[in-house]
């Protein structure tokens, strides 16, 4: 059956199915040679690329007296949790109580991605499918923006949320990550490749554009918000509040963590294990969604 003459959804199901329309799903042919040096090379970068991950681990269970040995070694000799309990007998004696710091840093991070991703998406929509007065001007601002690094937005963003009253408030982190123009230019260049036969159907069928948002854009721009969501959740949990929060009680995880690993040469330690600490997360969360980033990617190379 001819693309153009299915119905609005057997469209979407083919486009999730097979990925670019009209494709016929065979596989690159290859020899078994080739299978297993392509396995053995990549087997490889993917050891040196883990090789500072196993550093880190390691060095969370090393003693002091391993920790600065030299040369240092990969692997630790005597293992110890000494360093997890010390960083907990630490945060548990500041005057902050240490799940006020771990609830701020959850707040930020899942209420920031998820309205990062939510007001990305929905801002890309119509810059990508509709062509309205100024919209290619303003596709090309969003590809400017993207050459300033945040030591040069700092000081008018102060400004803006010094202006706006939210400083000391969680409102200053997260306003911020929402107008994130690296999710806008995501979102939008990802969405321009997802065919314009399907909104015009959803249309004729009596959808409304929210409609067609919500259930026929987003479903089929899933690597995209996916890999938005891994970006924004890896920033956000490493967020210190930097000069926009001033509060104790308002500071999250990574400020509190880096208090104690700023106290000297004595807590090498515990810096230790504030680093893999900080780390568990975040690589969670990417382990988690790389693999339906990837599949999802592999079943949805459409363009129009």
């Known amino acids: 059956m001819d693309f153009e003459y299915m119905t609005l959804r057997q469209k979407i199901r083919r486009i999730l199915r097979f990925g670019k329309v009209g494709s016929s799903g065979k596989r690159l042919n290859r020899s078994v040679w080739g299978d297993i040096f392509l396995f053995?090379?990549?087997?490889?970068?993917?050891?040196?690329?883990?090789?500072?991950?196993?550093?880190?681990?390691?060095?969370?269970?090393?003693?002091?007296?391993?920790?600065f040995l030299f040369p240092p070694k990969l692997f630790v000799q005597n293992p110890t949790t000494s360093n997890f309990r010390d960083m907990f007998n630490l945060m548990?004696?500041?005057?902050?109580?240490?799940?006020?710091?771990?609830?701020?840093?959850?707040?930020?991070?899942?209420?920031?991605?998820?309205?990062?991703?939510?007001?990305?998406?929905?801002?890309?929509?119509?810059?990508?499918?509709?062509?309205?007065?100024?919209?290619?001007?303003?596709?090309?601002?969003?590809v400017y923006s993207l050459m300033f690094s945040g030591a040069v937005t700092g000081i008018p963003n102060f400004v803006i949320i010094s202006k706006l009253g939210l400083l000391d408030s969680y409102w200053a982190v997260l306003l911020p990550t929402f107008s994130s123009s690296l999710g806008l230019f995501l979102m939008r260049n990802f969405m321009t490749q997802i065919p314009t036969d399907l909104i015009e159907s959803a249309k004729m069928d009596g959808a409304s554009d929210f409609y067609t948002y919500l259930h026929i854009i987003m479903p089929l721009a899933k690597p995209a918000w996916l890999t938005l969501i891994i970006l924004q959740f890896q920033s956000l949990w490493g967020a210190t509040g930097g000069s926009f929060i001033y509060s104790e009680k308002l500071k999250p995880l990574s400020?509190?963590?880096?208090?104690?690993?700023?106290?000297?040469?004595?807590?090498?330690?515990?810096?230790?294990?504030?680093?893999?600490?900080?780390?568990?997360?975040?690589?969670?969360?990417?382990?988690?969604?790389?693999?339906?980033?990837i599949e999802t990617m592999a079943s949805s190379g459409i363009k129009d």
Request: zero cysteines; aromatic letters at 16%; proline letters at 5%.
């Open 92 to 142: 548990s004696n500041s005057w902050i109580p240490f799940s006020r710091y771990i609830f701020n840093t959850l707040f930020i991070t899942l209420i920031g991605t998820s309205g990062s991703v939510f007001i990305s998406s929905l801002a890309a929509f119509p810059l990508a499918k509709f062509n309205f007065p100024g919209s290619k001007t303003m596709s090309k601002m969003i």
């Open 40 to 67: 053995f090379f990549l087997g490889l970068f993917g050891l040196f690329s883990a090789w500072p991950l196993i550093f880190v681990i390691n060095n969370a269970f090393k003693p002091l007296n391993e920790i």
């Open 255 to 293: 400020y509190g963590l880096s208090q104690i690993a700023n106290a000297g040469v004595a807590r090498t330690g515990v810096v230790a294990a504030v680093s893999l600490f900080m780390l568990i997360v975040p690589i969670s969360v990417f382990i988690i969604s790389q693999s339906q980033v």
